[in-house]
């Protein structure tokens, strides 16, 4: 057994954790393992200037270290689960989950409904929808109605439905969504905008706010609406106790006054940019690539690189035709660290890796639109029906600050939260173009279901430009489009965010259309 002469990339990993402070980390961090495609530029450049004075040898003398450069970005497939905890970094946000608490038991006691017992039952209600994540029992792992609370005690669901077990570290419920009550939840469509109306649930309470996607309806035809118009994905612009809003539907709703039916509603957690200063919490990381042990008789030495007060920069999601949903990401650093194996690696937890499917673009996408705002349609015409490629990105505009005295950054700062991207449409009619030469107020939403969950991703306000019509010999028109985001207080005073997405933990099959 010897030293190696060479290391390949499969045996690489790259990991993530929090820092506690810019550039310090305690050693207690949680170092989440990432599936890296490619990376761009990963670790710190080093600059060096040559002495080069006037001499008869004309010959340059050996230069000086002048500053470094740190920086890293790779890309990844986009599963259900593997960006939500770092986008918040992008965001500069904090994901809002409506109820969501770790367990310490599930019992179950014959006499009582079956419990999962919590610390805190803030965020869960009777008829809330909730979903068990990380137990080792597959039923507790389910979807279920609450039919009781127990104050910061128990939530618990109906007789039979869980199975009794001290549960793994982190084992979670969360609020999934809503069951309302036999004949409660009505669609009236005397309003501006198409809404919800109930008698007996206090729409207020659910954690819901403007601006995010809800799903309506569930699975059985006596948990949605009979008409097939009401039910599907709406975005919320108006919350009262007896009535909810939507500006953008499924399709277009109508009248509808249930008297049998309990309808389900189903939401997810939020995130977007804040306008609320006391919301917007910037975030910095410390990134680990492990780069294998150098002897192969001493495995367990690992080699590693680490980029360090790592404060994320441009986030940019790839969406093209019969293919998986990528994503890059990439970070301005402060500084690089490299670390032999006899070193070793810096001190936290390194759980194992969670296995998700990637999303893909034929089959995952429940509905992807485009359109022009408009007041008091939830469901206008949009400018295209299918396109080729989509390109979203989310740029902080970050950079490094450099002083005299410091190698590397002393800090970073994050300039505009801008939100653009790119679409490619296949062309059907002149408006879509005319959109673009009138400015038109354009908003856009797509959305990913996968195996009973999903994404949902909504720009309220865009400004197209480009629109040169490409066309080419037996090939079908296209229509080329850049997006130009900006805050939606435009069109609701209360949307004032540029970029949201909703990460819902369960969804009926209905929402896989």
């Given at each position: 057994m010897a030293l190696l002469q060479k290391?390949?990339?499969?045996?690489?990993?790259?990991?993530?954790?929090?820092?506690?402070?810019?550039?310090?980390?305690?050693?207690?961090?949680?170092?989440?393992?990432?599936?890296?495609?490619?990376?761009?530029?990963?670790?710190?450049?080093?600059?060096?200037?040559?002495?080069?004075?006037?001499?008869?040898?004309?010959?340059?003398?050996?230069?000086?270290?002048?500053?470094l450069d740190a920086s890293g970005g790779f890309q990844t497939d986009l599963t259900q689960?593997?960006?939500?905890?770092?986008?918040?970094?992008?965001?500069?946000?904090?994901?809002?989950?409506?109820?969501?608490?770790?367990?310490?038991?599930?019992?179950?006691?014959?006499?009582?409904?079956?419990?999962?017992?919590?610390?805190?039952?803030?965020?869960?209600?009777?008829?809330?929808?909730i979903k068990g994540k990380g137990f080792t029992n597959a039923a507790n792992n389910a979807m279920n109605l609450v039919t009781a609370l127990v104050a910061n005690v128990s939530v618990e669901?109906?007789?039979?439905?869980?199975?009794?077990?001290?549960?793994?570290?982190?084992?979670?419920?969360?609020?999934?969504?809503?069951?309302?009550?036999?004949?409660?939840?009505?669609?009236d469509m005397t309003g501006t905008w198409p809404a919800l109306t109930s008698t007996t649930l206090n729409f207020t309470t659910?954690?819901?706010?403007?601006?995010?996607?809800i799903f309506i309806g569930g699975d059985a035809a006596g948990l949605r609406f009979t008409t097939a118009a009401n039910n599907g994905f709406a975005r919320i612009r108006s919350i009262a106790a007896t009535r909810l809003e939507f500006d953008k539907t499924a399709a277009t709703m109508v009248t509808e006054a249930n008297t049998t039916a309990t309808i389900q509603l189903f939401f997810g957690r939020v995130l977007k940019n804040e306008s609320d200063p006391t919301l917007i919490k910037r975030r910095t990381y410390q990134l680990e690539r492990t780069l294998g042990a150098p002897d192969d008789s001493?495995?367990?030495?690992?080699?590693?690189?680490?980029?360090?007060?790592?404060?994320?920069?441009?986030?940019?999601?790839?969406?093209?035709?019969?293919?998986?949903?990528?994503?890059?990401?990439?970070?301005?650093?402060?500084?690089?660290?490299?670390?032999?194996?006899?070193?070793?690696?810096?001190?936290?937890?390194?759980?194992?890796?969670?296995?998700?499917?990637?999303?893909?673009?034929?089959?995952?996408?429940?509905?992807?639109?485009?359109?022009?705002?408009?007041v008091g349609n939830g469901f206008p015409v949009p400018l295209f029906a299918f396109l080729t490629e989509l390109t979203l990105s989310l740029n902080n505009n970050v950079s490094p600050n450099k002083a005299v005295g410091v190698l590397g950054a002393f800090e970073?700062?994050?300039?505009?939260?801008?939100?653009?991207?790119?679409?490619?449409?296949?062309?059907?009619?002149?408006?879509?173009?005319?959109?673009?030469?009138?400015?038109?107020?354009?908003?856009?939403d797509f959305h990913l279901v996968k195996e009973n969950s999903g994404i949902s991703v909504d720009i309220p306000l865009i400004a197209l430009g480009d629109g040169r019509l490409s066309v080419e010999q037996d090939q079908p028109i296209t229509l080329p489009l850049s997006l130009a985001a900006a805050t939606g207080a435009k069109l609701n005073s209360l949307m004032d965010h540029t970029?949201?997405?909703?990460f819902y933990d369960w969804l009926p099959t209905l929402a896989d259309a």
């Open positions: 290391i390949d990339s499969n045996v690489t990993g790259l990991r993530y954790a929090e820092e506690d402070s810019f550039k310090v980390v305690s050693g207690n961090e949680v170092w989440v393992p990432l599936e890296p495609n490619s990376y761009d530029d990963f670790g710190g450049e080093i600059t060096t200037v040559a002495r080069n004075p006037i001499n008869p040898s004309r010959q340059r003398k050996k230069g000086v270290t002048t500053d689960t593997n960006l939500q905890d770092i986008l918040q970094g992008f965001f500069f946000a904090s994901l809002r989950p409506k109820g969501e608490e770790v367990v310490t038991a599930v019992d179950i006691d014959g006499a009582n409904p079956d419990e999962y017992e919590v610390a805190s039952t803030a965020g869960f209600f009777v008829n809330s929808l669901v109906a007789t039979g439905l869980l199975v009794t077990e001290a549960p793994p570290a982190g084992a979670s419920i969360v609020v999934v969504g809503n069951q309302a009550t036999i004949g409660d939840l009505d669609v659910l954690g819901l706010i403007v601006g995010e996607y001493l495995p367990s030495q690992i080699q590693s690189e680490y980029l360090i007060g790592s404060v994320p920069s441009e986030f940019q999601m790839n969406i093209a035709s019969a293919d998986k949903v990528t994503a890059d990401l990439s970070f301005v650093s402060a500084d690089a660290e490299q670390r032999t194996g006899v070193v070793g690696l810096k001190a936290g937890t390194r759980p194992a890796l969670v296995e998700a499917a990637a999303f893909n673009t034929s089959s995952d996408f429940s509905r992807i639109r485009m359109h022009v705002f408009t970073v700062t994050a300039g505009t939260f801008e939100v653009g991207g790119s679409v490619t449409a296949y062309f059907a009619d002149i408006p879509s173009v005319q959109a673009v030469r009138n400015n038109a107020d354009v908003t856009m970029l949201m997405m909703v």
